[in-house]
């Protein structure tokens, strides 16, 4: 079965101060590694959508990558209201549908 | 529209009450997904429709009934729940069933409280 794990769990940061969230998974087949921001009482929002190794996507201060065992959200020079919950999910096959699993999470909160 | 809408956005019941959540979508999307997700948990996932028909329940109690009445509309029908089911219950919607390039597109989600 796959596996989803995010680190480190909990971050924080000063305003500007860039940094990198984790994810890494196991998989039979990669067929999708998907980035969502959630806000508190909030349903997941779509941030990225990666495929293969070596890609990459950009979206203002964030950027995601893709290697073969692991994916990273950079934020660039953050500010509070990039605060939220960043929540990393692999798209897996059950019987010709899929879904999403996802991992535990990093609860990011950037201070001024 | 771009929306997953939600209602209600917040339910108190007592264990021996029925109730049902609505979910609603008009982005053409064929496959419809109740997750599940505890305080400072990830969501998870609870049942897949596809085409309006259930194609994945994951192992899910027979106290949550869903149902997908047409293309654009998926209910949760609670009955007997306890204590521990409280959570934010979210719906969410993809394009197609068997592949997603484009995200799944999530609800604002129902706060549920069993008391």
């Known amino acids: 079965e796959d596996q989803v794990t995010q680190s480190p769990e909990a971050l924080r940061l000063q305003e500007g101060e860039s940094s990198s969230l984790n994810c890494s998974y196991t998989v039979s087949g990669l067929r999708g590694l998907f980035w969502y921001r959630q806000d508190p009482g909030k349903g997941p929002e779509f941030l990225f959508t990666?495929?293969?190794a070596g890609e990459e996507k950009e979206k203002e201060r964030l950027k995601a990558t893709l290697t073969k065992k692991e994916s990273f959200l950079h934020i660039t020079a953050p500010k509070p209201e990039d605060s939220a919950t960043y929540l990393c999910a692999v798209q897996e096959m059950e019987g010709g549908y899929n879904k999403l699993i996802f991992g535990a999470g990093t609860r990011l909160a950037v201070h001024p | 529209d771009t929306e997953v809408t939600q209602t209600p956005k917040h339910l108190v019941m007592g264990m021996t009450n029925k109730k049902s959540l609505k979910c609603e979508q008009h982005m053409g999307h064929r496959a419809m997904y109740w997750y599940k997700q505890k305080a400072k948990k990830p969501p998870e996932l609870m049942f897949v429709?596809?085409?309006?028909?259930?194609?994945i329940n994951e192992s899910v109690p027979s106290r949550f009934s869903p149902e997908c009445p047409n293309s654009s509309l998926l209910n949760l029908h609670l009955h007997a729940l306890q204590p521990e089911d409280s959570a934010l219950y979210l719906c969410a919607s993809s394009q197609d069933p068997g592949w997603s390039n484009y995200g799944y597109t999530f609800g604002s989600g129902t706060r549920l409280t069993v008391v």
């Open positions: 429709y596809s085409y309006e028909k259930l194609s």
């Open positions: 990666l495929y293969s």
